[in-house]
Nanobody, 123 residues
Framework: QVVLVESGGGLAQAGGSLRVSCAASGLTFSSKTMAWFRQAPGKEREFLAAISWSGGNTLYADSVKGRFTIARDNAKNTVYLEMNSLKPEDTAVYYC????????????????WGQGTQVTVSS
């Protein structure tokens, strides 16, 4: 059984930083592309960033490029999203996801999902 568990969300002030983590089990983590998405109330799920199985390739949405950094530790089966220069519009539930193919940005392309962690940015 594949399980993805996000952690590290919470409350931050505008301009501040947070790091969210996603611990994976039940899959060959080191062979999977991992990604982060977010979903705000009333909005569609939005792609943020993806990282290839080796960590050698990363892909970012324009909305977070230069502010967010995705990283992974295959020894710990964990993927991270470092978020800097946070804005109130970054407020959302943040999800990690796994797929076998790198470069995909549509939620439908991802096979496994975590339950999400809330990030709230105050102005």
């Amino acid at each position: 059984q594949v399980v993805l568990v996000e952690s590290g969300g919470g409350l931050a002030q505008a301009g501040g930083s947070l790091r969210v983590s996603c611990a994976a089990s039940g899959l060959t983590f080191s062979s999977k592309t991992m990604a982060w998405f977010r979903q705000a109330p009333g909005k569609e799920r939005e792609f943020l960033a993806a990282i290839s199985w080796s960590g050698g390739n990363t892909l970012y949405a324009d909305s977070v490029k230069g502010r967010f950094t995705i990283a992974r530790d295959n020894a710990k089966n964990t993927v991270y999203l470092e978020m800097n220069s946070l804005k109130p519009e970054d407020t959302a539930v943040y999800y990690c996801a796994a797929t076998s193919i790198y470069g995909r940005t549509r939620p439908q392309s991802y096979d496994y999902w975590g339950q999400g962690t809330q990030v709230t940015v105050s102005s």
